[in-house]
């Protein structure tokens, strides 16, 4: 296990229930599409349901310390789903997307649909457009708001990489250590019930997208080594 907060057996059963509530989400997506047809009203939901239910279980796994090939595929249907449902409006889980595609290098039809959905949204903020360049470098940022903190602190790593590469993990680790508790976004933990990690793997996509060394970073309780040389 990466992450011994909690024992395995408890681990396990959090994974199990993960499982029920896939298989759960998937069979209500199915049955609307049945009764109701692909264009209902409710389908982006069902697809936003079923990508959260992914990533919890893929969170979990990193945590039970599962490895490259043991989360490829949770991965690559949290990001089916996720892009199916995502309508433009939430850059925390464009972010989400984004640093799992980077991690997995996973690069298919769904994250060009993804882009493109993005590319004729207006007002969009810096810290989601900053996070489509790295992975669609063609990209052209034209946002220049941040609005929290903690998203500004990841546009400020970005964009000191540019020049000082040694000055951007200073400002990670930074991060890391002292405001990605604070960041944390209901669904990655829940009630103590189902705890499954803290883990940033903001920080680990962009150790790898910007070509980081992070070996000042191994050691942070809650950054995902691991996952950020999965694909060395």
């Given at each position: 296990?990466?992450?011994?907060?909690?024992?395995l057996?408890?681990?396990?059963?959090?994974?199990?229930?993960?499982s029920?509530?896939?298989?759960?989400?998937?069979?209500?997506?199915?049955?609307?599409?049945?009764?109701?047809?692909?264009?209902?009203?409710?389908?982006p939901?069902?697809?936003?349901?079923?990508?959260?239910?992914?990533?919890?279980?893929?969170?979990?796994?990193?945590?039970?310390?599962?490895?490259?090939?043991?989360?490829?595929?949770?991965?690559?249907?949290?990001?089916?789903?996720?892009?199916?449902?995502?309508?433009?409006?939430?850059?925390?889980?464009?972010?989400?997307?984004?640093s799992?595609?980077?991690?997995?290098?996973?690069?298919?039809?769904?994250?060009?649909k993804?882009?493109?959905?993005?590319?004729?949204?207006?007002n969009?903020?810096?810290?989601?457009?900053?996070?489509?360049?790295?992975?669609?470098?063609?990209?052209?940022?034209?946002?220049?708001?941040?609005?929290?903190?903690?998203?500004?602190?990841?546009?400020?790593?970005?964009?000191?990489?540019?020049?000082?590469?040694?000055?951007?993990?200073?400002?990670?680790?930074?991060?890391?250590?002292?405001?990605?508790?604070?960041?944390?976004?209901?669904?990655?933990?829940?009630?103590?019930?189902?705890?499954?990690?803290?883990?940033?793997?903001?920080?680990?996509?962009?150790?790898?997208?910007?070509?980081?060394?992070?070996?000042?970073?191994?050691?942070?309780?809650?950054?995902?080594?691991?996952?950020?040389h999965?694909?060395?």
């Amino acid at each position: 296990m990466r992450d011994s907060t909690k024992t395995l057996e408890f681990y396990k059963k959090i994974y199990e229930q993960d499982s029920y509530l896939i298989e759960s989400s998937e069979n209500d997506l199915i049955e609307i599409v049945e009764e109701k047809g692909s264009d209902f009203a409710t389908i982006p939901d069902c697809y936003r349901d079923i990508a959260h239910d992914y990533f919890h279980r893929f969170y979990l796994s990193y945590t039970m310390g599962m490895n490259y090939k043991e989360l490829l595929s949770d991965a690559s249907k949290y990001i089916e789903n996720a892009c199916s449902g995502w309508t433009g409006k939430d850059y925390e889980e464009l972010v989400r997307i984004c640093s799992v595609s980077i991690l997995f290098n996973i690069c298919n039809e769904h994250i060009e649909k993804l882009i493109k959905q993005a590319e004729s949204r207006l007002n969009a903020l810096m810290y989601g457009e900053m996070f489509i360049k790295l992975i669609e470098p063609s990209w052209e940022v034209k946002a220049c708001k941040t609005y929290y903190v903690e998203d500004k602190a990841l546009v400020e790593v970005i964009q000191l990489a540019q020049s000082d590469k040694t000055a951007a993990v200073q400002r990670l680790k930074k991060f890391v250590d002292k405001q990605w508790f604070k960041a944390l976004k209901d669904g990655i933990i829940s009630p103590e019930g189902c705890y499954r990690g803290f883990w940033c793997i903001e920080a680990a996509a962009l150790v790898k997208s910007l070509g980081l060394d992070d070996a000042g970073l191994k050691d942070c309780k809650y950054y995902p080594y691991d996952m950020a040389h999965f694909c060395d």
